[in-house]
């Protein structure tokens, strides 16, 4: 488990629609979990959660309104509401 492994898997939601989708798609975190595990990302969801505080850190202050829209709404995986989609 690591949150290297996470921000992998972040980056992946962020470039993925399909995977993004199909992840999203899934109505529990535990469900979420073990697909996340089988996409194979090794990370715990405290990892996922703790990795996207890091990338919106790493990010710095030259943020798109996309990116803070992404990072505010979709940082959370394990919500069951979704993030939806920038823009619509």
């Given amino acids: ?16 629609e399909a995977f993004h989708e199909k ?3 899934i109505e529990t975190p535990e469900e979420r979990l073990n697909a996340i595990e089988e996409a194979g990302f090794e990370c ?3 990892e996922i959660n703790e990795a996207g ?4 850190v790493e990010i710095g202050g030259g ?3 996309e ?10 995986y394990f919500n069951t509401q ?3 989609s ?3």
């Fill in 67 to 76: 990116e803070e829209w992404y990072i505010k709404n979709c940082k959370n």
């Fill in 53 to 56: 505080v890091d990338v919106a």
């Fill in 1 to 16: 488990m690591s949150v290297e492994q996470a921000k992998a898997f972040i980056e992946k939601m962020k470039t993925d």
């Fill in 82 to 84: 979704g993030c939806g």
């Fill in 44 to 46: 715990t969801a405290e």
């Fill in 63 to 65: 943020l798109t309104k």
């Fill in 86 to 88: 920038y823009g619509k």
């Fill in 23 to 25: 992840i999203m798609a």
